[in-house]
């Protein structure tokens, strides 16, 4: 007598991304990430998923500039992404112990459509090419206007969740825009000045977008719960 939803794989993902998918989600139980309750096979071989039924709006009519939200809205939307990836992102404690084994997640694929807004807050879905942070990379899946543009090749980090949430921002902030010319992130380029689109922007607000937006990842928050503890403190004064 629950509303469930019903997630049916693309047969070229199949058993790979429900394992992904379901093994992240396992160990994540947090309010604003989307619970996952089965998984199994249809009679005709396709994979599935039983997840809760989140009862909300995609992110992306509003970072489409369509809808809007008023700024302490919108960031509240990013201090409830950066809560749940401060949750299943690693420990940076534990990480300074050589002989800690940390399980930390990266979710790789933060975008509008994996964001529902509901009435308790945003919801991040789809963690079917989630991967353990330290994992090699082994293919460039993700969304490109995503992604840092000096993501490192080699490994996955957690330096890819937490610019895709600075880019949701941005875009959720300046009416759709993105922080970089033709939503193509590149090394060799500065982060459009947010107050050129929003003059009238929060100017805390817009020093940190400059920073989470940053090419260079010295120049991003190195954690979650860095970006998180900056943005709390630029929401209560708006």
């Given at each position: 007598?629950?509303e469930?939803?019903?997630?049916?794989?693309?047969?070229?993902?199949?058993?790979?991304?429900?394992?992904?998918?379901?093994?992240?989600?396992?160990k994540?139980n947090?309010?604003?990430?989307?619970?996952?309750?089965?998984?199994?096979?249809?009679?005709?071989?396709?994979?599935?998923?039983?997840?809760?039924?989140?009862?909300g709006?995609?992110?992306?009519?509003?970072?489409?500039?369509?809808?809007?939200l008023?700024?302490?809205?919108?960031?509240?939307?990013?201090?409830?992404?950066l809560?749940a990836?401060?949750?299943f992102?690693?420990?940076p404690?534990?990480?300074?112990?050589?002989?800690?084994?940390?399980?930390?997640?990266?979710?790789?694929?933060?975008?509008?459509?994996?964001?529902?807004?509901?009435r308790?807050?945003?919801?991040?879905?789809d963690?079917?090419?989630a991967?353990?942070?330290?994992?090699?990379?082994?293919?460039?899946?993700?969304?490109?206007?995503?992604?840092?543009?000096?993501?490192?090749?080699?490994?996955?980090d957690?330096?890819?969740?937490?610019?895709?949430?600075?880019?949701?921002?941005?875009?959720?902030?300046?009416?759709?825009r993105h922080?970089?010319?033709?939503?193509?992130?590149?090394?060799?380029?500065?982060?459009?000045?947010?107050?050129?689109?929003?003059p009238?922007?929060?100017?805390?607000?817009?020093?940190?977008?400059?920073?989470?937006c940053?090419?260079?990842n010295a120049?991003?928050?190195?954690?979650?719960?860095?970006?998180?503890?900056?943005?709390?403190?630029?929401?209560?004064?708006?």
């Amino acid at each position: 007598d629950e509303e469930r939803a019903l997630k049916i794989f693309d047969s070229a993902a199949g058993y790979e991304a429900v394992r992904r998918e379901i093994g992240a989600l396992r160990k994540i139980n947090h309010p604003n990430v989307v619970k996952v309750y089965w998984a199994g096979k249809t009679s005709v071989g396709g994979w599935y998923l039983i997840t809760e039924f989140v009862d909300g709006e995609s992110l992306n009519e509003f970072v489409r500039g369509e809808r809007r939200l008023r700024d302490r809205e919108a960031a509240d939307v990013a201090l409830d992404l950066l809560d749940a990836l401060a949750a299943f992102h690693p420990d940076p404690a534990r990480l300074e112990d050589l002989g800690a084994q940390d399980n930390g997640l990266v979710h790789r694929d933060i975008k509008p459509h994996n964001v529902i807004l509901t009435r308790t807050g945003a919801k991040l879905l789809d963690f079917n090419i989630a991967s353990r942070v330290g994992d090699p990379v082994r293919t460039q899946s993700g969304t490109p206007p995503y992604q840092p543009p000096d993501a490192d090749l080699s490994r996955w980090d957690v330096s890819t969740d937490l610019f895709a949430v600075g880019v949701l921002l941005y875009q959720l902030l300046c009416d759709g825009r993105h922080p970089y010319l033709y939503e193509m992130p590149m090394p060799d380029q500065a982060v459009i000045d947010p107050r050129t689109v929003r003059p009238d922007l929060d100017p805390g607000l817009a020093e940190f977008l400059i920073k989470a937006c940053a090419p260079a990842n010295a120049d991003r928050f190195a954690t979650a719960a860095e970006m998180l503890t900056a943005l709390r403190g630029v929401r209560s004064n708006l």
